[in-house]
């Protein structure tokens, strides 16, 4: 039957409304539990759900959907599920789990969500981003090279950590795990406060997972009044939080890290501890009726940890150079890492730090297995300096151990084997640190280079903590800076014109160290009010004796004592004149100058030539050094005041050597340091030399 034009045109009119028809109505696509029950609700009706989705109950509860089954899903409630009850109808949200992330939840305390529960108000302006996605490719990677210091002498020595990688700290309860932790949150405060950029600064994200409220407090407080809240983000899984938050905390707290991985910046995670969740994931799986494995844990638990870790990386200088590094804690039960879950995380990780009960209560703090400890990333993630210094220390910690057992059953033992005994307890005693006080990189290498070089092998156990004291209170931290050629900023970078001086440097620590060590070992009380005016002729002396090995300053003489007054050391707190006796300045120094190894000529001629080049040195420790070396060609104005016959008296001599350091520009100033090195504009040579500033 044709139609009339009245009603084609009537047809037509019709099909363009329907076609352009607009409703501001919103549909959503809605579902009714069909039981719930320990914290699992199955919900008959959503169809077109997706597997990690958000749902939201009528009670106002939220959900993440799980399992995807034929008739039903199964979901995990975040919260208490009391308030749900069959026939409840079930919303569906459109959007999978994300959490706040950027600059806005630095100083904050948030829960597994996001939602702060530290009672300072909402956030202010931040992104979101998915709590699941997917790990960086092997494209997008690059090498771990960057050195990520702790703060802790047995961590950054022996078992070094780069940016980008993943070390895991296992052990069992109360040996010290999370205090690992928290000494290298701490010790980036003083790394933080010397950076330049944000690409320098290090961002740290604490993931407490399972723990007691009042340890995330007490945490808190403690992060608070070192000023490192201000750079670090804590993510709360406490154990009075459904199963649910705590599966889910870890994959927050790494979706606020990827923010500034993925934006240039390096950041810290560290979870603690990923046994609690995986326990709550084996809840959690039971409960939805999975088939379990070995200890009960689902079969997809290796996943569960892997997709987590594997985020962890350093991104090539292509996608913004940023990196994530992860300190994943576990705990094993009565030592047992071959475990499940403990063997799970080792063969994921790059890397384990192992402690001990043991070793804890008999007081070595951090209580680390140095055998059993190791990082897959090496030495590629260490300072040069730190690398050449410890080369031979876990060696010899090792052959300690070894022979320990050994002397456990007899006394009779032969000279080289005590003499290893006698070192490896030195080197385990210089290893130990109270919680809460990181050390910076340059004062661990001081200490590190007098146990490993023996400077400590004379001293009783219980005086090693003071003679260590005492180096570090006597190296200023900008001579130790210089010496190991570490650079905090490209703005120290560029003023560095002493590094040629670093082997100089060197042989200065090795004369500090032997002092102090010999006064150690002699028990030796301090002395606080050193006499200036006494040290030229220390100096003066020392000369002497290096340059003419006839002189009298070379053999023991009972000689009126008040000519050599201190050793050449302005800073040495003590007068041996006053405490063991005038000869033992010569015991002294022939003991220090027949251990040092001096620079060829040639190498400290080029050092002063570069040093020339550069800027004019006013530093008190130049004096010291040209003391130490008479035997180069440009020392020879100091030469020729000490003669082979030494005819001239102590006055000329000092006279001539005073003449000789104002030539070559190294006036020693009381009042200036190293700092004024640092402070210096650093413009490029006049005479067109290259070289690295």
């Given amino acids: 039957m044709e139609l009339s034009p009245r009603a084609a045109e009537l047809t037509t009119l019709l099909e363009s409304r329907i076609s352009n028809f607009y409703t501001n109505l919103k549909v ?40 995807l089954e034929n008739e039903n899903v199964g979901i995990v409630v975040f919260g208490s599920d009391t308030a749900i ?71 950054d020595s022996l078992v070094p950590i780069g940016r980008g990688q993943r070390e895991l700290i296992i052990g069992d309860r109360q040996t010290g795990k999370t205090a690992i932790a928290i000494d290298t949150i701490l010790n980036q405060k003083q790394l933080n406060s010397k950076a330049t950029s944000e690409s320098e600064t290090l961002y740290c994200v604490y993931v407490a997972i399972g723990q007691k ?65 995986a326990v709550a994931y084996r809840q959690m799986s039971l409960l939805l009726r999975r088939p379990p494995g070995r200890e009960a844990f689902p079969g997809d638990v290796f996943y569960l940890h892997s997709r987590l870790l594997e985020r962890a990386a350093k991104r090539s200088d292509q996608t913004g150079a940023g990196s994530l590094t992860a300190l994943p804690v576990i705990e094993t039960q009565a030592g047992d890492v071959s475990a499940y879950i403990p063997t799970n995380v080792i063969s994921i990780t790059d890397g384990q730090i192992c402690l001990e009960t043991e070793l804890f209560y008999r007081g070595i703090r951090p209580a680390i297995n140095v055998g059993l400890s190791v990082s897959r990333v090496g ?16 060696l010899e910690l090792a052959q300690y151990r070894e022979v320990a057992a050994f002397a456990q059953f007899g006394s009779d033992l032969d000279a080289a ?67 190991i050629g570490f650079r905090l900023c490209p703005r120290i970078k560029k003023w560095m014109p002493l590094f040629n001086y670093i082997p100089l440097l060197w042989v200065l620590l090795s004369a500090i160290f032997e002092l102090y060590s010999f006064a150690g070992m002699m028990q030796v009380t301090p002395n606080t009010s050193p006499s200036r005016s006494d040290i030229n002729s220390g100096w003066t002396d020392l000369l002497v004796s290096r340059s003419n090995p006839n002189s009298d300053h070379n053999h023991d003489s009972t000689s009126n004592s008040q000519e050599r007054d201190v050793p050449p050391f302005e800073r040495f707190p003590y007068d041996p004149d006053e405490v063991i006796g005038g000869d033992s300045v010569n015991f002294i120094q022939r003991r220090l100058l027949s251990r040092l190894q001096f620079p060829s000529a040639e190498e400290i001629e080029r050092a002063r030539i570069d040093a020339e080049d550069r800027f004019e040195v006013k530093v008190d420790i130049i004096r010291i050094m040209t003391a130490l070396h008479p035997e180069g060609d440009w020392l020879r104005r100091g030469a020729r005041a000490l003669d082979n016959n030494h005819t001239q008296t102590g006055e000329e001599s000092h006279k001539n050597l005073s003449y000789f350091l104002d030539d070559l520009n190294i006036r020693g100033l009381e009042s200036e340091t190293f700092q004024n090195l640092i402070d210096l504009s650093g413009e490029a040579p006049s005479n067109g030399r290259k070289g690295e500033w």
């Fill in 28 to 67: 959503d696509e809605i579902g009714r539990v069909v039981s719930v029950g320990d914290g699992i609700a199955r919900v008959y009706g959503l169809n077109e759900i997706q597997a990690g989705e958000m749902v939201e109950f009528s009670s106002g509860v939220k959900g993440i959907a799980l399992n």
């Fill in 85 to 155: 009850k069959e026939g409840d109808l079930v919303k569906r949200t459109g959007s999978i789990v994300d959490v706040p992330a950027g600059k806005a939840m630095l100083g904050r305390v948030v829960d597994a969500l996001g939602v702060p529960i530290d009672g300072r108000g909402a956030l202010s302006a931040h992104e979101r981003r998915r709590v699941e996605v997917k790990a960086p490719g092997i494209i997008e990677r690059k090498s771990v090279h960057e050195p990520m210091q702790t703060g802790l002498k047995a961590v």
């Fill in 213 to 277: 409220r009042s340890t995330v407090a007490q945490l808190v407080q403690i992060l608070s009044e070192a000023n490192a809240l201000e750079y670090s983000i804590l993510v709360a899984a406490t154990a009075s939080d459904p199963a649910p938050l705590q599966f889910l905390a870890p994959y927050s707290g790494c979706a606020m890290g990827e923010y500034f991985r993925d934006n240039g910046m390096h950041a810290l995670i560290i979870y603690d501890d990923l046994s609690k969740q």
């Fill in 379 to 394: 030495s590629a993630a260490q300072l040069k300096a730190m690398k050449q210094v410890c080369g031979s220390l876990k």
């Fill in 417 to 483: 084997t005590q003499a290893l005994l006698n070192r490896g307890a030195r080197l385990t005693e210089i290893l130990k640190q109270p919680q809460y006080t990181p050390l910076p990189i340059e004062k661990q290498i001081l200490v590190i280079y007098a146990a490993v070089n023996g400077f400590c092998d004379r001293m009783p156990l219980d005086k090693i903590d003071q003679y260590e004291k005492q180096i570090l209170s006597t190296v200023k931290p900008e001579i130790g800076l210089m010496m």
